[in-house]
């Protein structure tokens, strides 16, 4: 699996509204799915709400919030 990257995300409501890459602004169309993974691998406790979006222009992107840190990251397959 690949690393995550930092990513920055626009919320309203606490659910994502758009994502911000480089300098370009997509919309989410669409949240298609979204979990929760609460953890403590090991010892180093992880809190991540993931969010499976289609943004506009279709393109389907993963991301999460680590609850822990406040941080938004691309998580891509």
Known sequence: MNQ????RVLVAYGQPTAVIEHVRRLAVVQIQDSWTIEDEWWRQPVRRR???LLLEGGILRTVYHDLAADTWHAQEY
């Open 4 to 7: 995550p990257r930092p990513l």
């Open 50 to 52: 993931y969010f499976c």
